[in-house]
Each structure stands twice: as C-alpha cells, then as structure tokens.
C-alpha cells in the first residue's frame, strides 16, 4: 500500500521491490494531480488498485459521472478503482463490474480528518488478511474499509481507532452488513 505521497517516491518503492507483490494499491490526492500529473500517470501503469475520493476522481479523469471517470482512471493503468464518497459510501470498480457501499449514518462526525486513510488501511489490512484479491473479497475489504473509516470520524485524529477491538469490529461490519441486504422477489 502505497500512502500519499509524491509520484516520483511511490514508483521509486515499485522500481526498487526486488519481487513484485501480489498486490500494489496506492492513494494520492489532488495536490500530485495540480503539480506531478505526468509522474502521477507513469505511476498509474505500475498498480494494481488506486484509492481516491470522487473529486480527485473527476479531476483526474475530466469527467463528471463516475462510471465514465473510473474508465479513463483504470484505462491509465490500474485494474481496481475505489473512489471514496464521504458520507455517501464507496464505488468499486473492476472490468464491467460495479459495486457500491453505503456509508454509516451516524447522529455525529466529530472528526473528518484521517477516514480516508482509516478506510485505505481497513481495506488493505482484510485484503492482506484473507490473501485473495478477487473482486467479491475487494467488496467486503470496502466494507472493512468503511467500517474503520467510520470509528475514525466519531473521535478526534486517532482516539477512536486506538484500542479498538475485534469485536467492536466485527459489529460494525454487521451494521454495515444490514444496510445493504435485503430479500427480493422479482415478479414477472
């Protein structure tokens, strides 16, 4: 996992991997975008999943609708594309499939700062965890991913995350869970 930092060190890491592993996912921001654009694409070519927010998506990409944007970013070079909407869930992308994540109503953000990394280290941690990188286990880190990104909101900075337990875990995930599933029976 690749945290957000200057194009340029992120493909030096990638360059200097003796053996490419399974899995290089990366995070940027739209401050590369401004300023290191071509580095940022050559850096693009080289991973696997890019994890952004939906504005750093339509800047990156020049288009609006995210269905479209995530096309142009994975035609750049990445095969995954999580983009991050805040209070309004993730979207995951892979070939022609979709998937999308709700996020946790919550009565109370206290602290927006750090739910995006919170949520790129939740995804990561499952994807490392269960060792499958297919695109049904990539749903669930999202929800992994969501989960944690929603415990870091609710303190300030790291305070909710720090002594967190497998269970408290595990529950969310549940919460997350009861959002999206439901019974339907289609009638002809």
């Not at 990366?26 to 939906?54: G, R």
């Not at 297919?134 to 909101?153: L, Q």
């Not at 909710?160 to 875990?169: C, H, M």
């Amino acid at each position: 996992m690749l945290g957000n930092l200057s194009p340029q060190v992120q493909s030096t890491v990638i360059n200097r991997l003796e053996n490419r592993p399974k899995l290089i996912a990366m995070d940027t921001m739209n401050f590369w975008m401004d300023i290191a654009l071509d580095d940022l694409k050559e850096t693009l070519k080289q991973i696997d999943v890019l994890i952004i927010n939906d504005e750093e998506a339509r800047q990156l990409s020049g288009e609006y609708s995210l269905v479209r944007a995530s096309r142009i970013i994975r035609d750049m070079g990445p095969k995954y594309l999580v983009i991050k909407k805040g209070e309004h869930g993730a979207l995951l992308f892979h070939g022609d499939n979709i998937f999308s994540a709700p996020a946790l109503p919550l009565e109370e953000v206290f602290d927006p700062t750090g739910a995006g990394d919170s949520f790129a280290g939740g995804f990561i941690s499952y994807l490392a965890k269960t060792d499958d990188t297919s695109f049904d286990n990539m749903k669930r880190a999202v929800i992994y991913g969501s989960a944690m990104a929603s415990f870091c909101v609710e303190k300030f900075g790291t305070e909710r995350l720090v002594g967190l337990t497998d269970v408290e875990i595990q529950d969310r995930v549940r919460q997350f869970i009861s959002l999206s599933s439901v019974d339907i029976r289609l009638t002809q």
